[in-house]
Structure formats: structure tokens, C-alpha cells
């Protein structure tokens, strides 16, 4: 590294002046080291084996990249104290038109340098994208602005009650993504309109998602180091990185890394269960239903709410909050009772926007399974039920007492809602 | 076109300038037209700079607090980048070019004065097509406005931009088919290719791949214009379309565009530096051979713009081309490096702003070879890591030169000279504005924030007030500029024909030239960088006896005959 000294002084061959440039490749190739050394600063935790790859080519880069700054920076602050043009001095510099020596060197050293590097950063890549043995496949679906994942399990078969007759009834869905240490994962990612882009900053790996296209990532957690067994399973951002809306900065969810299997399969068993066995009461069903991230409720709507050991906890700004929906359904549209205006919302959200907001919602089908945007009758049904008890002025005793909804009138109204063909 | 100048032999200081009106009017005068680009340019920087304040603003916070909703934030950077790209830079280079070529070329004007004209008569309405667009709802789908965001999901503002785009690459290709033109036929007949000043050869390179690769920008936005308003498919996959079809069109313009905005930027810092520190330029044709490499493999790289999108087996290929070209550009600053080495270095303001080039772009430089390289890449694409590198190369170094520029040319195209105390002041508060601003946006990105969102990660709100603290002072430092240039143009000390004692030759006539800029044919030195010599110094002094001396030169003056101090020991 030592391009640009020769061309100082006299004599480039005397021993002194070899010397002086060993000196000084000498001590920009340790402030390179010392710079390097940065690396683990600059990038947050490293929660899969990927991350160990990158952050250690990333050093490499920022070693010799370091070298190369402080070479030029070096060069530049010499020569503006070294030869700036002194008071009353007014003659010109010497003539030097050039020196074929250097140039050759200072185009050699780059080149070599940049065709190491490329040879090293092929190696990672192909490190990265071998497939693994028994990966985990997780299915993401994004759509603007949120993500569902759905996992296989061979418990669930088509028809097992939650009502959805598509190719997702072997699935279960999960508004997060859950993985554990040491199982490797293969995501295969649609989205159902724009570009988006799948982006966990803890774990290196991003891939765009198409339209029109499936596209795969691997990435294979691993403990993360300085991390307590009870702090697991970790909780990392999902981040969306591809501009995709309004609400693409909100466009995020959360990975849960678990510590091992057995803390993962207790997740997985008891999602299973809620859906093999889903609560009779439509209400609960409904809050169920929401919870599971089957339609990304949660990307855009904000909600807290707590019953029978199910918990929601949503804070999206993209759409209108649903806290306390039930007190002001009625109010929204003169002379529509709150569940007929609950119910259309979920299916036609245009019908009434509340101010404030774009008409941006996804406009969900219940004719064809195989529809982007498919939401059964049924499932609409539960999610307006269970809707119509989410109150902040009156008690669960008091609803129950006298329900802000008429049931039979939802039910009805589904059902003419469904002879209009409205969609 | 008439002007109101005419050469005034041997006085200084009596050449009038072209009066007020002549800039509003349709003029075929290069050097009115040149005024005209960079005036105009330099408007959209204000506006395109106020809307990047708006975005700090917006980012102090991790909610959405300034702006009414994501949309609104979205067409701050859409129209930011846009008009920074396009109706800034572009066309300032496009400006610059216009009025210094024929000048250094010892020509009367460009080869075709009137398709000149109508190149520059295209960027208001573009511009004004841009500003439009908050009237209906503007672009929000970001300067690279992909489908299908930009087609199906985005409001009418966004086929105005289109349009825009449109109307601006017109612009673009006919400025640089007329650049081509002159720079070919228009030397004199003692100025070989490699006697041109290398901001010739920078804007030739340039304008070859403004030539080559608009066309496709143009066929990108017909496409895109034909989805939105005639219902065609080129990008809607549940169509038979293709979203990736618009990236790889895209970006095989918009990546050599990144060589459209800095290749002058080179030029200039060659005349600058060479100038400014009394030396030849070191090694002229690695330099001017290195601006056309640039421009060939700048041709082979667009797709690492799409290392998160593009089919992986296809990734490599771009890798290896994008760190190659890391090669031309090693050469360039090392060139610069040798240049300034030994030399007299004036640290007047349009030197330090080429300085400061040197010391920002290698930083851009280095976080480019990292983001050339895919596996850091997936890590840092779409995020703040990549939102600081190319504000290193397009700010730290096009905008960078820019400044440096009009502080060298100013003195040319006014006749005056602008006030070093306030230069020195705006070098120093862009300086710091600058590094304070992106600096930490390296760390922001790596950290885990995206780009392109007004809703982030509440850990970063610490370090994006600091960003956005410094990003107001780099904002502030602007107006050191403009005050600089308002009070110069009215009260500044009289330039001279050629305060810096400069070779090349637009400085061999009056301040501002003359209409058809010389009287009489125009003899260049033999070697546009010779400084040093007696043969050069015999060149300058005999141009000063011919123009006068140059008032604006008063520290440059050379000291009495017999008081001349010891020179440096001299280089080998």
C-alpha cells in the first residue's frame, strides 16, 4: 500500500528512501487492522452462521479499505501542509508530467487486490446459497403492509375446520416468523401485490419478493453469542426494504429465534392445536382467527386486547386503530347497525373511509379459494363477532347483557351480502 | 443572441456583461445558454435541497410526526432524488460543458447553437412537469420508481414524472450529440486529442454514454407511460408482464448515469487541481483514457443494483464487473494525488472544494467495492449503508466538484471574483454539514435501518437527530454559496481575463468572453498543463500584455524581479 510515495523526491532507489516506504506500508497495513477491528460494532448481534461469513468478509474489505483510506487521506493532509503555496511564493511547481512506474504499480496493486476480493466473495456466496440438509420450509407472504408465514405440519389435512379449503389448509399460519439454533430454513416468498423485500438486519439475508414469481432465501440460526438461555427465544425485526407504500417504514414483524427444538415445538403444538380445535364461540373463534395472521390484521391495524389465554398486541399506524371499534361501528354511516358496517368493512373496506386514511386496505374475495386475497365467509363471520365485543365503554358482563350487535341481523346480512355477488 | 461585450485589448475590466433580459430570451449563444443551464439547475437544487430538510425534519422522530402520512414522506425523496439527479446535477454538468467547451476549444460557439437552445428550453417545463405533480399527487414510488408500485399503486403525479424523465433525457442526448460534435470538429487545428484539457475529454465520455444509454431510459418510461395511460402489460406479472423487465432497462441507464454525473466532475477536478497547485496534471492519458474505460465497463455493471432481485446464478458476472471498475477510478485519484505532490498548493475555495472531492469520493469509492460484493451487499442493499455511499459520490464528489467549479469559472463567465473569506466559510460548514450527515448513516444502515421509511426502528433515533443536527448545518451552508454569488455578481472585485494564471484557453480572453468569444484565432499553448516552464510563463505574460493584467489575481501577483524565493527542491 504504499502507492503515491515514490513520486516525492529524488533518488527513488536510495536504501532511505525503500526504507521509508516499508515503514509506511508497514504502519497503513496496522491502521487497517485497527480500523477492522471495528467490524463487530458496526453490525448488530450475528444470529445465524451466514452472519459469521459476511461480517468476516466485511472486515477483510474494511481492513484493506481502511489501508486505502488512510493511504489517500495521509497523502492529502502531507501535501496541503507540505507543499502549500507559501506567502509571496509565486512560483509554479515542478514539472513532472507523470511516471510510468507508478502508474503501472498503481494500477496493478488495485487490480490484484479488487480479483482477490471477488474470488473471496464468491466463495461466501456459494457457501451461503448451498442448499442445507433438512431445512425447515416456511412459506412468507407479504403483502403491503404486512407478512404471514405458514408452516407445514402434517397434523393439519385439508378441511380440518378452520374453514379454508385452499392449498394453505396443510398450513398454519403465524404473523411471525419462529425458527431455532441450528435449523437451517428455507423461505419460499410471494407477495400478493408489489415488490417487497425480506430483511432480518441480525441475520445478513435479504431477498426481494416478485410478483408473478416465487422467490427462495436460506439463512441458518444459530445462538447468538453474550446471550442468557432466558432471554431466549430472541426477538428481532422483520423489516420490509423494498418501497412498497405509505406504510412500508411500518411494513415490519418479528423472528423469534428459539433457543432449540423443543421450546420451538411447543410453539408449534400449541398453534397447531388452535387450529385442529378452534373455540366454538364464534367470538373467540373470530379473536383467533385474528391472532393467527392468516389475513395480516396486524400489519396496519392497532389493537390490544386479552381473553382465554390468547393475547393481542397490535400497535400499526397504518390503518385506523380497531381499539373500541364496537362503541363507534354504528356511527360511521347513518342507519347502518355496527355489524352490517363491521361485516362490509372487512370485504368492500372502501365503502367508508375513516378520515385521515387511504383507501389502501386489500380487497378480500370469499367466491374463489384460489384468489390472492381469499377470506372465507365464515372466518369474516367470526372476525365481526368477535369485533363487535371489542369495547372500551362497557364490560364483557355488560355486553353480554346487551351485545352493541346484532347477531342474527350479521348473519342474515352475510348471507344476502353472499347472494349479491357483490365480489 | 447579440451580447454587449466585445473584446477591449489590453484593458481589463471594461468588458460589459450580456445584459439581465438576454437570459429570459431565446438565445443561441453558448455562453447565455450556459447561464441559462446552470441558473436553472441551480434553482432545482434549492427546491430538491428544502425537500431533503423536510425529510430530516421528518426523521428526528420514529413516528410519523411532521408529515400527514407515509405517502406524503414518500414524494419527499421521490422528488428529492429526482430533480437532484435530473434537473441538478445533469444539466449544471450539461451548463458547465455548454459555456466552458467551445471557450477551451478556441471556438465561437458549439457546432449546433440552436439545437443548443432547444436543449436547454426542454429542462424548465421538465422541471415545472415535477413541481406540478404536488398539485394532483405527486410520484411516490421513488426516483427508480419500480413497478409495479409506479404503475398500478401510484397516483397521476407519477406519469408527470414520467413525462419529466422524458423530456429531460431529450434534453440530455441532443446536448450531448452537440458536445460529441464540437469536441470532434472544433479543435484548432495545433490541439490533438491529447492537448485537450481533460475536462474536454471528461464531458466527451460523458456525452458517449449519455448517447448510448439515454435511448434506454426513454424506451423504459414508454413503457411505463403505456401502462399507466393505455393499459398495456410490459410490467404487471398477473399479465404476462414482468417487474423485472423495468429494473434491468432501468438501470442500464441509471447506472452509467452515475459515470454522467461525475465523469465532469473528474474533468473539473483535473483543471482544478492541475491549476491551483502550479503543476502538470500527472499522468494526463491514464487520466483521460481512465474517463473512457469508466465509460465502457460502466456499461457491464447496472445489474448490482439488483442483487436482492436479480436470479442469483446471474449475480456473479456483475460483481466481477463492478469491483473491476473500481480500477480506472483507483488510477484517478492516485493521478490527483501525484498532481497536487510538490506542487504550490493555493488553498483558495475552489481548490479546497477539489481537495475535498479527494478526501470524501474515497470514502464513496471504498463503500462502493463493498457493496460491489454480493454477499455484503444482501446485508446492506435498500438501506441507510447504501443511501451514505452514493451521497459520498454524488454530493461528496458531483456537487463537491460543482462548488469547486463555479468558484474556478465564476471569475470567467461574471467578471468577477467571489470573496474567499465566505468561500472558506461554506467549504467549512459543508465540510462538516457533510461528513456529521453521512458518516453515520454507514452505521445507521449496517445497524438495521431501510431506507425509504418515515416509521423505523426506535434504537436509531439518536443517531438520526445528530444526522439530521448536521444535515441543517450542511443545509445552512448553501447559503454561503448564494450570498456569495448575489453580492459578487453586484459588488465583486473586477476578475480580469486570468486571475489564476491558467493555461488553457478560456482564460485567453476577456471576463466574460466576448460574443463569439475571441478576437482573432486563439493560439493554444502547446501543453494545457505546462506549468513550470519558461516556455509557459512567456505564454502567460504574453496573454497579460495582450488583456491586462488581472485585478482578481492581486495575492497571485508575482513579487518584483530579484525578491523571488528559494524554489522547492524538484520532483524526478
Not at chain 1, 79 to 95: H, L, V, W
Not at chain 2, 308 to 324: H, K, V, W, Y
Request: charged share 15%; glycine share 8%.
Amino acid at each position: 500500500m504504499d502507492l503515491g510515495k515514490g513520486s516525492n523526491k529524488s533518488s527513488a532507489n536510495s536504501p532511505a528512501v525503500i526504507g521509508l516506504i516499508a515503514v509506511i506500508t508497514v504502519l497503513l497495513g496496522v491502521g487497517g487492522l485497527v480500523i477492522a477491528q471495528l467490524t463487530p460494532v458496526l453490525f448488530p448481534d450475528q444470529a445465524s452462521a451466514e452472519a459469521n461469513q459476511i461480517d468476516q468478509l466485511f472486515k477483510v474489505m474494511l481492513g484493506i479499505g481502511g489501508s486505502i483510506f488512510l493511504l489517500v487521506q495521509g497523502v492529502l493532509i502531507y501535501s496541503i501542509i507540505r507543499y502549500r503555496k507559501r506567502q509571496g511564493d509565486n512560483t509554479d511547481g515542478p514539472t513532472v508530467h507523470g511516471n510510468v512506474t507508478l502508474e503501472v504499480v498503481w494500477t496493478a496493486i488495485p487490480a490484484v487486490v479488487v480479483l482477490g476480493l471477488v474470488i473471496y466473495s464468491y466463495q461466501v456466496w456459494v457457501d451461503i446459497q448451498e442448499p442445507k440438509e433438512d431445512e425447515l420450509v416456511v412459506h412468507v407472504e407479504a403483502r403491503r403492509f404486512g407478512w404471514t408465514f405458514l408452516y407445514e405440519d402434517e397434523r393439519l389435512t385439508a378441511g380440518n375446520g378452520n374453514g379454508n379449503e385452499n392449498s394453505n389448509a396443510t398450513r398454519f399460519p403465524a404473523p411471525d416468523l419462529h425458527v431455532y439454533a441450528g435449523q437451517p430454513v428455507r423461505l419460499v416468498m410471494e407477495t400478493e401485490d408489489v415488490i417487497h423485500s425480506f430483511w432480518v438486519p441480525e441475520m445478513r439475508i435479504k431477498q426481494d419478493l416478485l410478483p408473478g414469481r416465487t422467490t427462495e432465501m436460506r439463512i441458518t440460526p444459530q445462538l447468538v453469542d453474550g446471550r442468557a438461555s432466558d432471554e431466549y427465544p430472541l426477538r428481532y425485526r422483520v423489516v420490509c426494504t423494498e418501497l412498497c407504500g405509505s406504510g412500508h417504514g411500518a411494513m415490519f414483524t418479528y423472528v423469534y429465534l428459539h433457543e432449540d427444538e423443543e421450546s420451538y415445538m411447543q410453539w408449534v403444538d400449541s398453534s397447531v392445536e388452535s387450529v385442529l380445535n378452534p373455540p366454538e364461540d364464534p367470538v373467540l373463534n373470530g379473536m383467533r382467527i385474528m391472532a393467527s395472521g392468516v389475513y395480516g390484521c396486524q400489519s396496519c391495524h392497532a389493537l390490544q386486547d386479552s381473553r382465554e389465554g390468547m393475547t393481542l398486541s397490535w400497535d400499526a399506524v397504518t390503518g385506523p386503530s380497531l381499539q373500541g371499534i364496537a362503541d363507534r361501528a354504528s356511527t360511521r354511516v347513518s342507519g347502518q347497525p355496527a355489524e352490517e358496517y363491521l361485516y362490509e368493512s372487512i370485504y368492500d373496506p372502501g365503502a367508508y373511509i375513516v378520515p385521515g386514511y387511504g383507501n389502501i386496505m386489500n380487497q378480500y374475495q370469499f367466491v374463489n379459494p384460489d384468489a390472492a386475497h381469499y377470506l372465507p365467509k365464515p372466518d369474516a363471520e367470526a372476525i365481526t363477532a368477535y369485533l363487535c365485543t371489542v369495547s372500551d365503554e362497557f364490560t364483557p358482563e355488560e355486553l353480554a347483557e346487551n351485545p352493541l350487535c346484532d347477531f342474527d341481523n350479521l348473519l342474515s346480512y352475510s348471507e344476502m351480502y353472499t347472494m349479491d355477488g357483490m365480489n | 443572441m447579440a451580447t454587449a461585450s466585445y473584446p477591449m485589448d489590453g484593458v481589463a475590466g471594461q468588458v460589459k456583461r450580456p445584459a439581465l433580459a438576454e437570459y429570459f430570451t431565446w438565445s443561441i449563444d453558448h455562453k447565455i445558454i450556459g447561464v441559462q443551464y446552470i441558473v436553472t439547475s441551480l434553482f432545482f437544487f434549492i427546491i430538491a435541497g428544502a425537500l431533503a430538510m423536510l425529510i430530516r425534519w421528518e426523521l428526528m422522530t420514529p413516528e410519523i410526526t411532521v408529515m400527514a402520512d407515509g405517502s406524503q414522506y414518500n414524494t419527499l425523496f421521490s422528488i428529492h432524488g429526482t430533480m437532484m439527479i435530473f434537473t441538478w446535477i445533469v444539466p449544471f454538468w450539461a451548463g458547465l460543458g455548454n459555456y466552458l467547451i467551445p471557450l477551451m476549444l478556441g471556438a465561437k460557439d458549439m457546432a449546433f447553437p440552436w439545437l443548443n437552445a432547444f436543449a436547454f428550453w426542454l429542462l424548465p417545463p421538465s422541471g415545472f412537469l415535477l413541481i406540478l405533480g404536488f398539485f394532483i399527487g405527486p410520484a411516490e414510488a421513488g426516483w427508480t420508481s419500480y413497478p409495479p408500485l409506479s404503475t398500478i399503486y401510484s397516483p397521476d403525479g407519477q406519469t408527470l414524472w414520467a413525462l419529466s424523465i422524458h423530456l429531460v433525457g431529450l434534453s440530455s442526448i441532443l446536448g450531448a450529440i452537440n458536445f460529441i460534435v464540437t469536441i470532434k470538429n472544433m479543435r484548432p487545428p495545433s490541439m490533438g486529442w491529447f492537448q485537450m484539457p481533460l475536462f474536454a475529454w471528461a464531458t466527451l465520455a460523458t456525452s458517449i454514454i449519455v448517447v448510448l444509454a439515454t435511448p434506454f431510459l426513454a424506451g423504459a418510461l414508454t413503457l411505463l407511460l403505456l401502462d399507466r395511460v393505455a393499459g398495456t402489460t410490459f410490467f404487471d406479472a398477473t399479465s404476462g408482464g414482468d417487474v423485472l423487465l423495468w429494473q434491468n432497462i432501468f438501470w442500464f441507464y441509471s447506472h452509467p448515469a452515475v459515470y454522467i454525473m461525475i465523469l465532469p466532475g473528474f474533468g473539473v477536478l483535473s483543471e482544478v487541481l492541475a491549476i491551483h497547485s502550479r503543476k502538470p496534471i500527472f499522468g494526463y492519458r491514464m487520466i483521460a483514457l481512465s474517463s473512457m474505460a469508466i465509460a465502457i465497463v460502466g456499461f457491464t455493471v447496472w445489474a448490482h443494483h439488483m442483487f436482492t432481485s436479480l436470479q442469483p446464478e446471474l449475480r456473479i458476472p456483475f460483481m466481477i464487473t463492478s469491483m473491476i471498475i473500481a480500477v480506472p477510478t483507483g488510477i484517478k485519484i492516485f493521478g490527483w494525488l501525484g498532481t497536487i505532490w510538490g506542487g504550490r498548493i493555493r488553498l483558495n475555495s475552489a481548490n479546497l472544494f477539489s481537495l475535498g472531492f479527494l478526501s470524501l469520493f474515497v470514502i464513496g469509492g471504498i463503500s462502493g467495492v463493498m457493496l460491489a460484493a454480493v454477499p455484503v451487499n444482501i446485508h446492506m442493499h435498500d438501506t441507510y449503508f447504501v443511501v451514505s455511499h452514493f451521497h459520498f459520490v454524488l454530493y461528496g464528489g458531483s456537487v463537491f466538484a460543482i462548488y469547486s467549479a463555479l468558484y474556478h469559472w465564476w471569475p470567467k463567465i461574471t467578471g468577477r471574483m467571489l470573496d474567499e473569506r465566505l468561500g472558506k466559510i461554506h467549504f467549512v460548514t459543508t465540510y462538516i454539514g457533510f461528513l456529521g450527515t453521512f458518516m453515520p448513516q454507514h452505521i445507521v444502515g449496517m445497524q438495521g435501518m431501510p431506507r425509504r421509511v418515515a416509521v423505523y426502528d426506535p434504537q436509531f433515533q439518536d443517531l438520526n437527530v445528530l444526522i439530521s443536527l448536521f444535515s441543517f448545518l450542511l443545509g445552512i451552508s448553501t447559503f454561503f454559496l448564494l450570498y456569495n454569488m448575489v453580492v459578487s455578481t453586484v459588488a465583486g472585485r473586477v476578475a480580469g481575463a486570468n486571475p489564476w494564471r491558467a493555461l488553457t484557453l478560456e482564460w485567453q480572453t476577456t471576463s466574460p468572453p466576448p460574443a463569439y468569444n475571441f478576437a482573432g484565432e486563439p493560439v493554444p499553448f502547446e501543453d494545457p498543463y505546462g506549468y513550470g516552464t519558461d516556455a509557459s510563463k512567456a505564454y502567460l505574460d504574453a496573454m497579460e500584455s495582450r488583456f491586462g493584467p488581472s485585478p482578481g489575481a492581486e495575492e497571485e501577483r508575482r513579487p518584483p524581479s530579484g525578491a523571488l524565493p528559494e524554489p522547492q527542491p524538484a520532483g524526478d
